[in-house]
């Protein structure tokens, strides 16, 4: 185990991205503050359709969406829905239902109603840092945007605050992700890092303890020291850690299987990990008390 200064520290989704611009000849509603529609074609980096998809959307994080477009003679329908956007700042578009389907695409089941999606806005690391989360959950080469909601659903459902995201070979919050993560990504401070050999240095400098998952990891979960300020460290569906990973955790911890079948899938082994650490924190705190 390597030794540092502090070491007595204890602490049906549907979503597409058109190819090109899309040019709406539309009933146009009036928009939020300092919105303004001026008929020109808008660029659409990712679209959300479907009811469900879209109200979950509205209900997170109302201030993404940039423009709802709502079949022309369903305003009344989908009155809620429209309100949330104009108050966030958003426009809403009224179509006919040919002008939806090109959206959307033509096999696609709109249901009605599409969601033009802003850029999530990721936190500098620096700053969710501030507050000295505990674990920090750091999510290398996960590339399904499905798993990587069902890690921050899962994560928040076991009291992490945070939650930093690779910028290469990860996937990022997505509509996919947001749908998968249940609405759990809104209560979570996430971010980026660039280069996350560097970024593990750094939070041990920061007095955190680097912990990778592995199957093949030399240290079982069940004796994993978790009165330390550990970051949890996931690989990628299918190659797991990379090596420059497994050279700078303090550990490398592996899950104890039973039967034939020797990994999980990395959001159950995220799962397991840390209720693991939860349960045994609370455990401890319980007896201390």
Known sequence: ????????L???????????????????YPAGPQTQHDRRP????????????????IVAAPSRIRTLYIRQGTETKFDQQMQAVRDSGGQVVAVASNELARIAG???????????????????LEHVLARKPDPLLLVDGVTDPRNLGAILRIGECAGISTI????????????????????????????????????????KDKSYWIAALDPHGDTSLYDLDVTRRLTLVLGSEGHGIREIVRKTADFVVRIPVYGQVSSLNVSVAAAIALFEIAHRRLTSASRNS
């Open 42 to 57: 808008h660029e659409i980096a990712e679209i959300i359709f479907g009811v469900e998809p879209v109200r979950e959307m």
């Open 10 to 28: 204890h602490s049906s989704i549907s979503i597409r991205r058109p190819s090109g611009a899309i040019t709406v000849d539309t009933d146009t």
């Open 106 to 124: 033509s096999e696609a089941c709109h249901q009605g109603i599409i969601a033009a999606v802003r850029e999530y806005r990721y936190l500098p």
């Open 164 to 203: 930093v995201l690779a910028k290469d070979r990860t996937a990022g919050l997505t509509p996919a992700a947001i749908k998968s993560s249940a609405g759990a990504w809104a209560h979570l401070a996430l971010a980026r890092c660039g280069n996350v050999a560097h970024t593990l240095e750094w939070l």
């Open 1 to 8: 185990m390597k030794r540092r200064p502090h070491d007595d």
